[in-house]
């Protein structure tokens, strides 16, 4: 393998939409969500691993996920856990990731990963993630990986590459927001826009020239920083400056900015596996299209639901359709598909209360 490859597993998130298995204690990535045996971040860690050496792998997390990742993730070691005093999103802990790593190997290429997202086809994925490598390798870039539309998602963000670049690897015009369902529409249509699935290739050269040239306050704060890093000091300099730091995205921070942003339309099938209906989506169904995790059932009457609990408990429904049946612990979730999007400020709601 070569050693001069890195990933950046994004593994801090709460995965709130996914309430009530998902949690702040124990979020979505810890979770096998498909019954496959294996949870998110293990198979993430797995499929990167085939290209990536393992020790190459690190995983950027909130302090309170370590233990779960050590249990998890046996074959990782404390140092390659980067552990975020404050959460903070995702602009300062890949500079701050990015700088390690440069510090271990200036002739590092990375990739940044989401740890719960779920890929099918690992063959075409790790073939995509060979390609982005070697332009990356080649050139000052910063590169994306996108996912062809399949319908007018109004939960992704999207990228707008040049119509007229005929290149397996397109230049990017534009990066844009979440639409409403008639944008996403046209951009269905137009045929160059690609889901934003929030995949990153670049060396650690053309990040850090990137971050030095657009966010320049903050790759100060990080770079004083830069003698502690990998040494026993570089804790209490993360403690007490990692949270002064400011609270952006890469997105806002660096890719909308940059001019030398490209992106490759991906060749796998992907699903962000944000919530309960995109979890649906990918689960077998019964013959009335109901999705099934664990659960015993009867059912009647009933179609196009997802249950699922904890163990085997035995469910029985009559007369439900499109709805999101959910048991965990203490808590029982019984809510409509179409309102799914409502989960998160349902949790935040019953936090306050």
């Given at each position: ?34 019954g496959t045996g294996e949870t998110l971040i293990q198979k993430t860690f797995s499929r990167l691993s085939q290209l990536i050496p393992k020790e190459n792998i690190l995983i950027l997390t ?292």
């Amino acid at each position: 393998m070569n050693k001069n490859y890195y990933a950046i597993l994004m593994a801090g998130g709460v995965g709130s939409r996914f309430w009530p298995v998902s949690t702040t204690d124990f979020p979505k990535q810890f979770h096998d969500m498909l019954g496959t045996g294996e949870t998110l971040i293990q198979k993430t860690f797995s499929r990167l691993s085939q290209l990536i050496p393992k020790e190459n792998i690190l995983i950027l997390t909130n302090e309170s996920y370590n233990d779960i990742i050590l249990e998890q993730l046996p074959q990782v070691k404390q140092d390659q856990i980067i552990l975020e005093p404050a959460m903070r999103n995702t602009a300062p802990c890949i500079l701050y990731a990015s700088l390690k790593i440069k510090k271990q190997n200036p002739e590092a290429v990375m990739v940044v990963a989401p740890s719960d997202h779920w890929i099918e086809d690992e063959v075409q994925f790790v073939s995509n993630l060979q390609n982005a490598f070697n332009f990356c390798e080649m050139q000052d870039t910063l590169m994306t990986l996108g996912i062809l539309p399949t319908f007018p998602n109004t939960g992704y963000g999207y990228i707008e590459f040049d119509k007229l670049d005929s290149r397996p690897i397109k230049k990017v015009v534009q990066f844009r927001e979440k639409p409403d369902y008639a944008t996403a529409r046209k951009f269905v249509q137009s045929r160059n826009y690609l889901w934003n699935a929030g995949i990153f290739i670049w060396s650690v050269q053309s990040i850090l020239k990137a971050f030095e040239k657009y966010q320049p306050e903050m790759y100060a704060q990080f770079m004083n920083g830069y003698d502690a890093y990998n040494t026993p000091s570089e804790k209490e300099y993360i403690r007490e400056n990692y949270p002064n730091a400011e609270n952006i995205s890469i997105d806002y921070a660096v890719m909308e900015n940059a001019q030398n942003v490209y992106v490759q339309p991906a060749t796998f099938d992907w699903n962000d596996l944000g919530t309960w209906g995109s979890l649906y989506d990918k689960l077998p169904k019964d013959e009335q299209e109901n999705a099934v995790v664990n659960a015993s059932v009867f059912l009647e009457n009933a179609s196009n639901n997802i249950i699922r609990t904890e163990g085997k408990k035995l469910v029985v429904i009559d007369g439900l359709k499109d709805f999101i049946v959910v048991d965990k612990n203490d808590v029982l979730l019984i809510y409509p598909k179409s309102k799914e999007q409502d989960i998160k400020a349902v949790v935040a709601k019953l936090k306050k209360d």
